[in-house]
C-alpha cells in the first residue's frame, strides 16, 4: 500500500487550488460570492480532517507567528504594488480630496473605538489593546479585490473603487505607527519621554522616509523604464509591436523590473527607518503618473497580479487552517461582539463621518464607509507586534482578530459586489442626468467637460 504523505498532499491541495481560482472567481461573482469564503472553508474542512495536516496556530507556537509575519507581509507588498500600478488619477488635493479624511478621520477613530472596548470589555492591558485597535483598523489590499480599481485600461475607475484602493494602499502603511506605540507601551505605566519618541520617530520620520523612498525608487524606475524602452498605448496591448530590429518593444523583462522595483522599495524604506509598505504603494501611484497610457503599466498589473494571487491561495487555506487550529477557541462573547461592532458599527460610522463632507452622492459615501474591508494585514500587524514585544492576552487578541476577519471574509464578499453595482449604476443615472441638463443649457448643443472631474479617467 502507498503511504500517505501529508507534505505531499498539501501540494496537491496547493496546485488544485491554483489552477480553480482564476475560473471559479469568475463563476462565484455570478452569485455574489467571493473566492476567499470559498478557499478559507475548504481550508477549514481539509485541516479539520485527521489527514495529518500541521497545525497553525500562532498562540501555540512562536514559529507560526514568524511564518505568518514573513507570508503575510509579502502579499501585503504585492498586494500594494498592484494597488499603486492600478492608480491612474493624478495626485493633487482636488483629485484625492475625499481619501484624506478616511487616513486622518476614519482611521484614528477605528483605533481609538477598538482600542477602547477592548480596554473595557475584553479587560486588555492598555498596550495589548492599543495592538488590537492598530491591527483592525487598516482595510484591506489582498481581500479588498472586488471593490478595488481595475486593472490599467479596464474601465473600473468609480470614484467608491478609487478611494477603497487607495484608502487600502495607505493605510497599510499608517497603521504601523500605531503597532510601534503598543510595543512602545509594554511595561509602561504613565506617558514620558518615550512618547515623544514615539511621536517624533514612529510618527513623524518613518512616515515622511517611506513617502520620500517610495516618490524616489518610482521616479528612478519610471525613468529607467520609459527613457531606455519604446513605448505603446494600453489600447494597442493586443497588437504586435516591434521595434527596427524587428524585436518586441518590451518582453518579459517587465516581470523582473517590476519585482526589483517593489522589494527595492521596500527595502531602502526599512534601512533608513521608514515605512515600507507605504513606500511601495507611494513607489506604484508615482511611476504609474508617467507615460499614464503605457501599455507597460497594464503588463506589469498583470505581472504582479499573478504573484499576488498565487500568495493569497495559500494564505487563503493557511486562515481556514489556523480556524480548524483552534485560534477561535478562547474567543468569548465581548469579543465577539467587538468583531462585530468593527463591521457593522465603528467603521461605518467613522467612514460615514469621514466621507460626509466628500462630494459624493449619499450611496457612494454609504458604500466606502461600509465596505472596510479587513484581512491580511491584521494577521501581519499582530503577528509583528507578537514577535517584537510580550504582549499579554494574545490568544484573546488573535481570537477577536480572526472572527473580525471571518465576519468580513462572509460579510463584505457576499455584499460588496451589489452594494459597488449599485453605487456605479446610480452614479451613472445621476451623471446622465446632469449631461441632459447641460445639453439643453448649452447653446451649441453640445455637453461641456469639466476639466478635472472625477470621472475623467
Known amino acids: 500500500m502507498l503511504e500517505f504523505d501529508p507534505r505531499i498532499f498539501m501540494f496537491v491541495i496547493f496546485g488544485l487550488g491554483l489552477m480553480l481560482a482564476v475560473s471559479l472567481e469568475r463563476y462565484l461573482a455570478r452569485f455574489w460570492l467571493s473566492l476567499p469564503i470559498i478557499y478559507v472553508g475548504a481550508g477549514y474542512i481539509l485541516f479539520s480532517l485527521p489527514l495529518g495536516l500541521p497545525h497553525i496556530n500562532p498562540t501555540v507556537d512562536g514559529f507560526d507567528a514568524v511564518t505568518l509575519e514573513y507570508v503575510t507581509e509579502f502579499i501585503v507588498i504585492a498586494s500594494l504594488m498592484a494597488a499603486g500600478i492600478a492608480i491612474d488619477r493624478p495626485v493633487s488635493w482636488a483629485n484625492w480630496r475625499q481619501i484624506w479624511p478616511l487616513l486622518v478621520v476614519a482611521m484614528p477613530l477605528t483605533i481609538a473605538s477598538v482600542a477602547f472596548l477592548g480596554w473595557w470589555a475584553l479587560g486588555l492591558a492598555?498596550?495589548?489593546?492599543?495592538?488590537?485597535?492598530?491591527?483592525?483598523?487598516?482595510?484591506?489590499?489582498?481581500?479588498?479585490?472586488?471593490?478595488?480599481?481595475?486593472?490599467?485600461?479596464?474601465?473600473?475607475?468609480?470614484?467608491?473603487?478609487?478611494?477603497?484602493?487607495?484608502?487600502a494602499g495607505l493605510n497599510d502603511g499608517l497603521a504601523f505607527p500605531f503597532t510601534y506605540l503598543a510595543i512602545a507601551a509594554v511595561g509602561m505605566t504613565s506617558l514620558g519621554a518615550w512618547t515623544l519618541e514615539w511621536a517624533a520617530l514612529d510618527l513623524g520620520w518613518r512616515i515622511l522616509a517611506g513617502c520620500a523612498v517610495g516618490w524616489a525608487v518610482g521616479r528612478a524606475g519610471s525613468w529607467y523604464v520609459f527613457e531606455r524602452e519604446a513605448d505603446a498605448p494600453i489600447e494597442e496591448i493586443g497588437e504586435e509591436e516591434e521595434d527596427s530590429a524587428g524585436k518586441p518593444k518590451y518582453s518579459t523583462s517587465e516581470g523582473l523590473i517590476v519585482l526589483g522595483a517593489l522589494l527595492l522599495a521596500y527595502g531602502l524604506a526599512e534601512l533608513v527607518e521608514g515605512y515600507g509598505f507605504l513606500a511601495v504603494f507611494v513607489g506604484a501611484v508615482t511611476a504609474r503618473q508617467r507615460e499614464n497610457r503605457s501599455r507597460y503599466h497594464k503588463i506589469s498589473h498583470h505581472f504582479i497580479?499573478?504573484?499576488?494571487?498565487?500568495?493569497?491561495?495559500?494564505?487563503?487555506?493557511?486562515?481556514?487552517?489556523?480556524?480548524?487550529?483552534?485560534?477561535?477557541?478562547?474567543?468569548?462573547?465581548?469579543?465577539?461582539?467587538?468583531?462585530?461592532?468593527?463591521?457593522?458599527?465603528?467603521?461605518?460610522?467613522?467612514?460615514?463621518?469621514a466621507e460626509a463632507r466628500s462630494d459624493l452622492p449619499m450611496i457612494g459615501t454609504l458604500a466606502?464607509?461600509?465596505?472596510?474591508?479587513?484581512?491580511?494585514?491584521?494577521?501581519?500587524?499582530?503577528?509583528?507586534?507578537?514577535?517584537?514585544?510580550?504582549?499579554?492576552?494574545?490568544?484573546?487578541?488573535?481570537?477577536?482578530?480572526?472572527?473580525?476577519?471571518?465576519?468580513?471574509?462572509?460579510?463584505?464578499?457576499?455584499?460588496?459586489g451589489p452594494f459597488i453595482l449599485f453605487a456605479e449604476r446610480r452614479k451613472s443615472h445621476i451623471h446622465s442626468g446632469q449631461e441632459e441638463t447641460m445639453l439643453s443649457h448649452t447653446p451649441s448643443g453640445r455637453p461641456f467637460m469639466v476639466e478635472g472631474t472625477n470621472d475623467s479617467e
Open 368 to 416: 466606502i464607509a461600509f465596505l472596510g474591508v479587513r484581512g491580511m494585514g491584521s494577521i501581519y500587524y499582530l503577528a509583528y507586534g507578537q514577535n517584537h514585544a510580550d504582549f499579554a492576552q494574545l490568544d484573546q487578541l488573535w481570537a477577536v482578530t480572526s472572527f473580525a476577519i471571518l465576519v468580513s471574509i462572509v460579510v463584505h464578499g457576499i455584499v460588496s
Open 305 to 353: 497580479d499573478q504573484i499576488e494571487q498565487i500568495v493569497l491561495v495559500a494564505v487563503l487555506f493557511g486562515f481556514g487552517a489556523m480556524l480548524a487550529s483552534g485560534v477561535l477557541a478562547p474567543l468569548t462573547w465581548p469579543g465577539a461582539l467587538i468583531a462585530l461592532a468593527l463591521v457593522f458599527v465603528i467603521r461605518p460610522i467613522a467612514g460615514f463621518l
Open 126 to 167: 492598555p498596550a495589548s489593546a492599543i495592538l488590537l485597535g492598530a491591527a483592525l483598523a487598516p482595510t484591506d489590499p489582498v481581500l479588498a479585490r472586488s471593490v478595488q480599481v481595475g486593472p490599467p485600461g479596464e474601465n473600473k475607475r468609480h470614484d467608491v473603487r478609487f478611494s477603497l484602493t487607495v484608502e
